[in-house]
């Protein structure tokens, strides 16, 4: 079976202009996690969306479901983790309540604040992720990147051909993402920002889905300012 | 939910634009294949007047269009149900003026954006249901409801003796007529005229094929299709006046941009009708897609189709309308974006 994970645990504390979770800020008439909520659902691969709420926001989120007409759809909200991997185990111990646990089952993760994200690069995931079992959607890098270990002096400018910048979804066979994190070290776990990364220090390989650069996260005052203008009519060309 | 919009902005030059597309409105639909109109080619090439382009961009393009319904809170479709999309939306219902005649009412890639778009809203009543017909000719719905829609209105109006036909043109709207014609007058002659050999080859369906220039002193019809268009239009309707038989009708269905000399003085003497035929509504979409239930009928229709490679990217655009401009017929393409 498929599943599509729509993260929210986050309370927003980079956007300093609310004390409500940057998530449920509107974009145009609704709030984003909405948008990107009605677009999983576009997908008609997936057999449930669970979504991963912070508990504080658990009900508020419910109601919002109800408001949009949503609450009769193949939705489930679970209680998000910590961090980012805590939600997605949350998730998956919610789907494997449910439904179940089956060595095929694929889920495809997604940040609630991306939602410019599109039905061809869902699709694309779930492709990649039954075939390869793991794969992360990227866009090849514009800016240079520039590393620095001290945070004060450049430590080395990598070669930017073999950059890309990560977005989601991250999509993942069920089992081997279970099997894999298993495998860490509490301090593995403890340096893990991404989940793409508990593939990637057992050495096993993820698949590159070509993303959006239209994809954006919706983190800071900016991002959420470009994301209205974008929403309410504005145009990029490329 | 932010919708992707790929429009036209500049002859050449597309855009993407976001919009919020509402669920609960309209039925939300994601094309599955597109296939390009000369019409749409027009645009995207800049062939047309300055200030219509002015007027008319930006726009997305596209009318020919078969997708999948993701959402339909009006209980009509069920989701996942795979539909033809009609690019007529009409604002009133009338007695006497057809839908797609009314000049009130909105028609995709023309006065309103066309189905360029990761997901199209569009009201359920402008959706016809399609099973058991591959996506390929599905797609091409359109275009033989434009065909069908011009067989129809010869049939109400042309005189009764339908025993030949002539059908004017070697490309992809003389075929899709001729497609029309035999299956609705199975009874009737068709000969077809055109300039290129091997265009007209395709049409293996006719009863006779003329090239234009070498037609027979003693040629005649009862009625006739134009499906030129363009510059040689003036030329295909100054030899249909000339063949035709008296009372006879001839349905003028090809566009052109400049304006066309008629011969009056025989058009009076034989006392002919003509009748412009343009689009199609509802009821002609039904009949296509009631034609293609016919294994013979896709066929035909699949043998004047290339299909390219599926579109992902916003390249791939650029790709097909130039694919299209090196295909003797229609363009058809997967839509993945």
């Known amino acids: 079976m498929i599943f599509g994970a729509v993260l929210a645990g986050g309370f927003g504390t980079r956007m300093h202009i609310s004390s409500m979770p940057k998530q449920f800020l509107p974009l145009d008439d609704k709030p984003i996690i909405i948008h990107t909520i009605e677009k999983m659902l576009t997908c008609s691969k997936f057999d449930a969306v669970f979504v991963g709420i912070n508990p504080t926001w658990a009900s508020y989120m419910n109601d919002l479901l109800d408001n949009y007409d949503l609450s009769e759809e193949n939705i489930k909200v679970v209680i998000g983790g910590e961090n980012r991997n805590d939600t997605i185990f949350n998730i998956i111990a919610g789907i494997e309540e449910e439904y179940g646990e089956n060595d095929e089952n694929i889920i495809v993760t997604h940040d609630a604040v991306r939602p410019f994200v599109t039905l061809r690069i869902i699709e694309d995931n779930i492709e990649a992720a039954l075939k390869y079992g793991a794969c992360d959607t990227v866009v090849p890098a514009t800016d240079t990147i520039v590393v620095s270990h001290k945070n004060d002096i450049i430590s080395d400018i990598p070669n930017r051909i073999y950059m890309y910048q990560g977005q989601t979804p991250q999509s993942f066979n069920i089992k081997k993402l279970k099997e894999l994190y298993a495998r860490l070290s509490d301090s593995q776990k403890l340096v893990l920002t991404d989940a793409c990364n508990i593939f990637v220090m057992n050495n096993e390989e993820v698949k590159l889905v070509q993303g959006e650069v239209s994809n954006i996260k919706i983190t800071t005052v900016n991002d959420y300012n470009i994301a209205q203008y974008l929403a309410t009519g504005g145009a990029e060309s490329d | ?337």
Not at chain 2, 31 to 39: K, V
Not at chain 2, 71 to 78: E, H, I, L, Q
Not at chain 2, 238 to 261: A, C, F, R, W, Y
């Open chain 2, 1 to 337: 939910m932010i919708n992707y919009v790929y429009r036209l902005v500049s002859p050449q030059f597309i855009s993407i634009d976001y919009s919020n597309i509402n669920v609960s409105n309209n039925a939300i639909v994601r094309p599955l294949y597109m296939s390009i109109c000369h019409a749409d080619q027009r645009y995207f090439l800049g062939a047309r007047n300055s200030d219509i382009l002015s007027e008319k961009l930006p726009m997305a393009l596209i009318h020919e269009c078969c997708g999948e319904v993701v959402a339909d809170r009006s209980g009509t479709f069920k989701r996942g149900q795979k539909v033809v999309l009609i690019p007529n939306i009409p604002a009133k219902p009338s007695d006497y003026i057809l839908e797609n005649y009314d000049e009130c009412s909105h028609f995709a890639s023309s006065n309103c954006d066309g189905f360029m778009r990761e997901f199209v809203d569009i009201p359920a009543d402008r959706l016809l249901p399609y099973d058991k017909i591959p996506p390929q000719n599905a797609v091409l719905s359109e275009y033989l409801s434009v065909a069908v829609h011009s067989v129809t209105r010869l049939s109400k109006y042309a005189h009764e003796c339908r025993d030949n036909i002539a059908v004017w043109g070697d490309g992809s709207l003389a075929y899709v007529v001729c497609c029309a014609l035999r299956e609705l007058m199975p009874k009737a002659k068709i000969t077809v005229i055109g300039k290129n050999l091997r265009k007209l080859s395709r049409f293996s369906f006719a009863h006779k094929t003329y090239l234009n220039n070498s037609l027979p002193k003693n040629f005649h019809f009862d009625h006739a299709f134009e499906c030129v268009g363009g510059e040689f239009s003036g030329e295909a309707i100054e030899d249909i006046i000339k063949h035709i038989k008296p009372q006879g009708t001839v349905m003028l269905m090809g566009v052109s941009e400049n304006k066309i000399p008629v011969n009056t003085r025989q058009l009076l003497e034989k006392g002919l009708m003509l009748i412009g035929s343009s689009r199609s509504g509802k009821e002609d979409f039904a009949t296509a897609l009631n034609l293609m239930q016919s294994v013979r009928v896709r066929r035909r229709l699949g043998s004047i189709v290339y299909e390219d490679a599926p579109v992902r990217c916003l390249d791939d655009i650029y790709r097909v309308f130039s694919t299209d401009l090196n295909t003797p017929f229609k363009t058809i393409f997967e839509w993945k974006l």
